[in-house]
């Protein structure tokens, strides 16, 4: 009876696992070739909504940055918070008002003057507040947003007074 060294059922074993090894690893690495790069992709880092008026005349215009609407509780008053950036060489007025689902108006229009290059924050006290009548937490309201050149119609949360909003509603 001739004995084995095992050396040739090891060496096949090795070259088997190699093998195996160049075929399963190139497919499990190409999952990142065919996957999306989710840093890439752009979104709003905030809790409320962006927006954009192009001036079509100049191709600059007014960015409306994280807007939403605080209020305290169901069928209360809130209050509309937000930021425009001016991106033109002259003063903008932007006209906000705040739209139920059906495009009625839920307060009085505000106004916010907004200076070439500078960023114009809307809420809280300060000029260009938009005090909404009744307003639910938890629920999506309308902003539209005029300007000379046009407007924008953004989608926007209702969150409430708790957390870093609690002094910011009526």
Known sequence: MKRSSGR???SRLGVLLS???LVVLPGVAGCSYVSPNTTATTYAAADGTN???IDPNTDSGVQLRNFLVVGKEKGGPGTLIGA???EGTEPVTVTLTVLDSE???LGDAGTVTARPAELTQ???QGPGTVSVESVT???VVQLEARTPAGKAVMSLPVLAAEGHYADVAP
Do not use: D, H, Y
């Open 8 to 10: 040739g059922r090891s």
């Open 19 to 21: 093998a195996t090894a």
């Open 51 to 53: 927006g954009e008026i």
């Open 84 to 86: 425009v950036l001016n």
């Open 103 to 105: 495009g009625k108006s």
């Open 122 to 124: 809307v809420g809280g």
């Open 137 to 139: 937490p938890g629920t």
